[in-house]
């Protein structure tokens, strides 16, 4: 019996197998949640572009979904982020 080998490697083996797949299904969960906050992201840029590209005098509209800060302020002015304005020089 000394050729013989045990099986002792097919058990890692099964082991890894399920390692890799639950390292992959939370892999997917973590993409699916990132993808989410993109999308939210994306809707409140839309949104303040939207707001900071209305004509002079026209009251903004602001959706529910931005953020306290944003929302909440009474003039866009106090809204705590950086725009970069862009002068054209004639």
Avoid: C, W
Avoid at 16 to 29: C, M, P, T, V, Y
Avoid at 42 to 52: D, Y
Avoid at 53 to 72: D, F, H, I, K, M
């Amino acid at each position: 019996m000394q050729g013989s080998k045990p099986n002792v490697a097919k058990k890692p083996a099964k082991n890894r197998q399920a390692s890799s797949r639950e390292r992959r299904i939370a892999l997917q969960e973590d993409v699916d949640e990132l993808k989410k906050q993109l999308r939210h992201e994306e809707n409140i840029h839309r949104a303040l572009e939207r707001a900071f590209s209305r004509p002079l005098g026209a009251l903004p509209r602001l959706p529910p979904y931005l953020p306290r800060t944003v929302s909440n302020s009474s003039s866009l002015h106090t809204v705590p982020i950086q725009i970069p304005l862009v002068f054209q020089v004639q």
